[in-house]
C-alpha cells in the first residue's frame, strides 16, 4: 500500500495527455462507451437483464475510493474515466440555457431567443419546442466529439444540461433577468416543466432520457455585486412566507410535474445556510418532492462554504459537509482535492460518497450509455439533426411571439415599405447584442464570429428594398458612453426620413453574471438622443433591447409608439423587421413589471422581502408601474364574454372538487393576431396579495373568428402560503379575474367552503 501526491503540474500534463488521446478519438468519430469491449461487458452492470439499482451498486463495488473523487467532479473532460472497467469519461456541466453552449459540429447549434423573451411569449409549446430541439442536437453534437465553447474545444459536451434558470425576476437590476423567464413563480414553474419535458422525453426512444435538466438555481439566487455584497458571501435572509410563496414554487413545481432529473445548488446562502450544505436538499427536495435525480454545485460553491460564508474552517469539512447534505457533484476542485482527506479524517464515510456517485450514476444508465448501441437510436443520431431549416422557421415564429407592443398611439405602427427610413441607435446594427449570454458558437469559424446574424437593419434594409425604399443608418452614440460626437450625423439622418426607428437599449457590458445594475434607466446618452429624435416631429417608433427592464420614464411620455424585444437571439433582427411593417402582428405579454427609475431608491437590492414597501413583482408591487406585468398591445383588437351558461359560486375545501370556468375571446379587428388570456385570483385572506397568476393561455385568431378557453381549478389553486410557511387553502370570498392584460377583464366572487 502507497500514497502519490498529485501535484497542480501533474494533473495539467496528464490533461494534456489525455487531451491528445481524446483529439484523436474525436477524428476517428468514435465515442468511448461501456460495455463495449470483451473484458468489461462480462461484468454485472454491463447485464441489462438486472435492474438499473443492481447495475448502478455492482458499478460502484468496482471503484476505488481513490477514483471516486473525479467523478464527482463536473468538467472533467477528457479525464474522469476508469479505463481499467471500461469506465468512459462523462462530463458534467454543459449549458444549454437557449441553445447548446458548445463549439459547432458539422453544423453550429441552433440558438434561441433568451428566456427573458420566451417568457414574454407566454407560450410553454415554445418551451417545450425549444427543449426538444436543444436535446436532440446536444445528442448528436454529442456524438460528433463537440466541446464546450472555448478555443480547445473542451471540456467535451455531456448529456446533461445546466439549464433551466428558473430563478425568479425578483429586481430589475439583477444582472441575469436575461435568463429567467419572468418574475411570477406559476409563469416560471410552467417553463420549467415545458423545458423538462422537452428536453429529457422524445418519443425517439422512450426507454431513456434524451438528456438531463438541471434546475438552477437553488434557492433564492438573484444577485450578483450588490450593496457591498457578491453572490459567494451573500446570505439571503428569507420569511417563511416568501419562500413558499416566491422562491420555491417554480423549483417545486419542476421536480414534482416535471420530474426534473437534476439541481444545481446555488453560490449564495439560505437564512445561515450555504445552499450546497442546505437540509433542503435532503429532507425537502429528496424527501417531501420525492426528487430522485442528481444535485450539482455551482461552479465551486462548495468552496464557499468554507471560504467565502465561513459555515465550517476547512475544505475537508466543507466536502464533507456538502456531501451530506445531497450535494453530488462539485463544479470545481474541492471534491478532487479534500474528499478523500475527509473520509480519513473521519468527517464522511465511504458510504456517504457512495451514495453521492449513485444518483450521478444511475442517470448515466438511464441515458442508455451502458446499453448495447444497435437498437438505441440515440446512439445514431445524425449530425444533420442540428440546426435544421426547421428548427430556425421555429425559432423566428417564437422569436416573433416574444415581441410585445408597448405603445402604438395612433396606429404609429406597422410601418409601410418602400419609405426613406432612417434606423438610428446604438442597436440599431446589433448582431452579438441580440443573443445575450451563455452562448454556443454561432457562426461558424471563430468561436466569437457573429457575422451570419442578421442585424435589425439589415434586415429592415432588406424588406423595405422589396417596395423601392431606402434604409440608412447611423448609431448615434454607444450603448454606454457620454460621447455626443455622433449625434449630428444621427439627426441628419432622421430629418431626411420618412419614419425613423430608433433602437436603444443595453447589453452584457451593462447586465451580466457577475454584473448588477445600479440605474434602471438607459446608460449614457441614450436618453439625451432620444429626445433629440423626439423635438423633430417625425413620425418614429422606438425599439428595446434588454434583459432587465429598461425605466424609461421619459420615452414613455413622449415616443408615439414602443416596442420590446429583449434579447431576441439570432433571429431576432428578421422577427423585428416583419413587426415593424405588420408582416407580424405581436402579442407578447411582459414577463416583469417595468419600475419608474426611481424604483432603485425605494428598496435595496439585498432586500429579499416581496412585500417590503414598495413591494416586488406585480403580486405586491404598490406603486404605479410604466408597464405592468402581462402587458401587451396588438395591432388588431379582441374582446372576452363568459361563455358558461352560469358562472360556479362555491367550491368545496374537503374534497377534490373542481370547477371550470370557459372564457370565449374574439378577434373584432381586422388582421389576424395573438393575445393572451391571463387567470388570476386575489385570496381571502391575505391582503398582501394584489393577485395572483393560477393560468394563462395563448391564442392566435383571424379576424372575426372566436376561441372558447377553460380554465379548470380546485380549492388547491387557490391556496397561498401562511407566515409560517404553510399552504393554506383559505375559506371565504376569493376573486377570479380573467384579462388580457390591457383593457379586457372578466371578474366574478368564488366561495370557498370549509
Excluded at 429624435?533 to 433591447?545: D, Q
Amino acid at each position: 500500500i502507497f500514497s502519490v501526491t498529485i501535484t497542480t503540474e501533474m494533473r495539467r500534463i496528464c490533461a494534456l495527455l489525455l487531451t491528445l488521446l481524446f483529439t484523436i478519438c474525436v477524428k476517428s468519430q468514435s465515442i468511448p462507451r461501456a460495455c463495449s469491449t470483451p473484458s468489461s461487458s462480462s461484468f454485472p452492470f454491463c447485464n441489462t437483464s438486472l435492474s438499473i439499482d443492481d447495475r448502478v451498486n455492482d458499478l460502484i463495488s468496482r471503484i476505488l475510493d481513490t477514483e471516486k473523487p473525479p467523478l464527482l467532479t463536473a468538467r472533467e473532460s477528457p479525464g474522469g474515466g476508469i479505463p481499467r472497467i471500461g469506465l468512459p469519461e462523462y462530463d458534467w456541466g454543459a449549458n444549454c440555457i437557449h441553445g447548446v453552449q458548445s463549439r459547432c459540429g458539422t453544423k453550429c447549434p441552433t440558438s434561441f431567443p433568451n428566456p427573458n423573451a420566451l417568457g414574454a411569449t407566454w407560450n410553454m409549446t415554445n418551451v417545450k419546442v425549444m427543449g426538444a430541439i436543444i436535446g436532440i442536437e446536444l445528442r448528436s453534437l454529442w456524438l460528433q466529439g463537440v466541446g464546450e465553447n472555448h478555443d480547445n474545444n473542451l471540456p467535451h459536451l455531456g448529456l446533461d444540461c445546466w439549464s433551466p434558470n428558473i430563478n425568479i425576476a425578483r429586481d430589475p437590476r439583477w444582472g441575469r433577468t436575461m435568463e429567467v423567464p419572468g418574475e411570477d413563480p406559476y409563469l416560471s414553474g410552467q417553463f420549467g416543466v415545458a423545458y423538462t419535458v422537452g428536453l429529457q422525453n422524445s418519443t425517439l426512444d422512450p426507454r431513456y432520457l434524451q438528456a438531463v435538466v438541471t434546475l438552477k438555481h437553488w434557492a433564492a439566487y438573484s444577485l450578483e455585486d450588490s450593496d457591498g455584497y457578491t453572490r459567494y458571501d451573500f446570505d439571503a435572509n428569507i420569511t417563511a412566507y416568501d419562500f413558499i410563496n416566491t422562491y420555491s414554487p417554480a423549483f417545486k413545481t419542476t421536480v414534482i410535474d416535471g420530474n426534473a432529473k437534476g439541481v444545481m445548488c446555488a453560490y449564495n446562502s439560505v437564512n445561515g445556510y450555504p445552499a450546497c450544505a442546505s437540509p433542503f436538499l435532503n429532507n425537502t427536495l429528496r424527501g417531501t418532492w420525492g426528487f430522485d435525480g442528481y444535485v450539482t454545485s455551482d461552479s465551486d460553491a462548495v468552496n464557499n462554504i468554507w471560504s467565502t460564508h465561513h459555515f465550517v474552517k476547512t475544505a475537508e469539512e466543507a466536502s464533507a459537509l456538502a456531501v451530506k447534505s445531497g450535494t453530488d457533484i462539485d463544479s470545481g476542485t474541492t471534491y478532487l482535492d479534500s474528499l478523500g482527506n475527509a473520509v480519513q479524517y473521519g468527517l464522511l464515510s465511504e458510504e456517504d460518497i457512495d451514495m453521492a456517485l449513485y444518483h450521478s450514476l444511475k442517470l448515466r444508465f438511464e441515458l442508455g450509455l451502458f446499453d448495447p448501441i444497435d437498437d438505441q437510436p440515440y446512439w445514431h443520431v445524425s449530425p444533420d439533426v442540428v440546426n435544421t431549416p426547421e428548427s430556425q422557421a421555429s425559432n423566428l415564429y417564437m422569436t416573433q411571439e416574444a415581441i410585445v407592443l408597448l405603445k402604438n398611439d395612433n396606429s404609429v405602427l406597422p410601418f409601410p415599405k418602400g419609405q426613406n427610413i432612417a434606423v438610428i441607435g446604438p442597436h440599431g446594427n446589433a448582431t452579438s447584442a441580440l443573443v445575450g449570454n451563455y452562448l454556443g458558437q454561432i457562426c461558424p469559424g471563430a468561436i466569437d464570429d457573429f457575422s451570419c446574424i442578421i442585424s435589425p437593419f439589415a434586415a429592415i434594409q432588406a424588406e423595405n428594398t422589396k417596395q423601392g425604399g431606402t434604409t440608412v443608418y447611423e448609431k448615434g452614440c454607444d450603448i454606454n458612453s457620454t460621447d455626443t460626437s455622433g449625434f449630428e450625423a444621427a439627426i441628419t439622418a432622421a430629418k431626411s426620413a420618412d419614419l425613423v426607428l430608433l433602437f436603444l437599449g443595453i447589453d452584457t457590458t451593462v447586465e451580466a453574471e457577475y454584473l448588477d445594475r445600479i440605474s434602471l434607466a438607459l446608460p449614457g446618452v441614450q436618453d439625451q438622443l432620444a429626445a433629440e429624435i423626439a423635438a423633430l416631429g417625425k413620425k418614429y417608433a422606438v425599439v428595446l433591447l434588454n434583459g432587465g427592464a429598461v425605466s424609461i420614464d421619459q420615452i414613455a411620455i413622449s415616443a408615439p409608439a414602443i416596442l420590446e424585444a429583449f434579447y431576441p437571439g439570432f433571429q431576432g433582427g428578421v422577427a423585428i423587421a416583419n413587426t415593424i411593417f405588420g408582416d407580424y402582428n405581436p402579442g407578447g405579454k411582459m414577463p416583469y413589471t417595468v419600475y419608474p427609475s426611481d424604483y432603485v431608491n425605494q428598496i435595496k437590492m439585498t432586500d429579499m422581502n416581496m412585500t417590503a414597501t414598495p413591494g416586488r413583482t406585480y403580486k405586491y408591487y404598490t406603486g404605479t408601474p410604466l408597464f405592468p406585468f402581462g402587458y401587451g398591445l396588438s395591432y388588431t383588437t379582441f374582446s372576452i364574454s363568459w361563455s358558461n351558461n352560469s358562472l360556479p359560486s362555491s367550491l368545496s375545501n374537503l374534497n377534490q372538487e373542481n370547477i371550470t370556468y370557459t372564457v370565449s375571446i374574439k378577434n373584432t379587428g381586422n388582421v389576424r393576431g395573438g393575445d393572451v388570456l391571463q387567470a388570476y385570483f386575489k385570496p381571502s385572506n391575505d391582503p398582501k396579495i394584489i393577485k395572483q397568476l393560477f393560468g394563462f393561455e395563448r391564442v392566435d385568431l383571424n379576424p372575426g373568428n372566436v376561441e372558447q378557453v377553460q380554465f379548470t381549478l380546485t380549492a388547491a389553486t387557490l391556496a397561498v402560503g401562511d407566515e409560517k410557511g404553510n399552504m393554506m387553502s383559505y375559506t371565504g370570498a376569493h376573486q377570479i379575474i380573467f384579462t388580457n392584460g390591457v383593457d379586457l377583464t372578466l371578474s366574478t366572487i368564488l366561495y370557498v367552503t370549509g
